[in-house]
């Protein structure tokens, strides 16, 4: 088993332009999510998916867009970067196993540089 | 709202001292909590959970409700203790992850 992949490892990107981060994970997982890592500031949530065809927005959902069409993967959407947006994403993938919260597998992350 | 603590962003120990990395939370229901550790350049991984209640790699962490903390402990670090520590709490009833903002610790030989 890979796991959570994330496709690419790295991008660098001029301010306005768009990209699509995708997340594949290949353990059956319903739950997938979209973190982006900033120093100083841990790992803050974008975007969540509870199942296929669903998302909800996370702690910092402005700028980025979502998409769950296949339960494997996940696609995490900029329409115009900015250099705000430059960051570490990482993708995570749990299921829910009766009333527990199974723990997070996470992808090995996407550097991404805004110009 | 729920809140994860880290106060220390930097922590040095010299190999072979024990170490303690803080973590404070604040939620009124019951959390479930989680320790993650990233070493260099590599993906972020479960260390111990507070439900296992088991040791890990010599990691202990214990839930204290009272205090609303779950800090990592080990009686003797090692250099390959190195890394980025991150405490992050789940919802019992929910699917969202907390975390706090990490602590960096270096073992000294």
């Known amino acids: 088993n890979a796991g959570v992949t994330q496709t690419p490892k790295f991008r660098v990107l001029k301010t306005g332009q768009s990209m699509t981060l995708l997340c594949a994970q290949d353990?059956?997982?319903?739950?997938m999510y979209w973190y982006r890592q900033d120093p100083g500031m841990g790992l803050r949530l974008i975007h969540y998916?509870?199942?296929?065809?669903?998302?909800a927005k996370g702690e910092v959902p402005d700028g980025y867009n979502v998409s769950r069409l296949k339960k494997q993967n996940f696609l995490l959407g900029l329409e115009s970067a900015a250099p705000s947006q430059t960051s570490v994403y990482f993708c995570?993938?749990?299921?829910?196993?009766?009333?527990?919260?199974?723990?997070?597998?996470f992808g090995d992350g996407t550097r991404l540089s805004i110009l | 709202a729920q809140r994860v603590t880290q106060p220390e962003k930097l922590l040095s120990v010299f190999k072979g001292a024990p170490v303690e990395l803080k973590c404070n939370y604040s939620?009124?229901?019951?959390?479930?909590l989680f320790w993650y550790v990233q070493y260099s350049r590599q993906r972020l991984q479960l260390l111990l959970r507070h439900i296992s209640r088991e040791s890990i790699k010599g990691f202990t962490a214990d839930l204290n409700k009272g205090e609303t903390s779950f800090h990592l402990k080990k009686p003797f670090a090692q250099e390959e203790d190195s890394a980025m520590y991150y405490c992050a709490l789940s919802r019992s009833t929910g699917n969202q992850f907390y975390f706090g903002t990490g602590t960096s610790l270096t073992v000294i030989p």
């Open positions: 939620y009124s229901g019951s959390p479930e």
């Open positions: 995570a993938s749990n299921t829910p196993t009766g009333v527990l919260n199974q723990p997070q597998h």
């Open positions: 353990m059956n997982h319903e739950y």
């Open positions: 998916s509870v199942g296929e065809g669903t998302t």
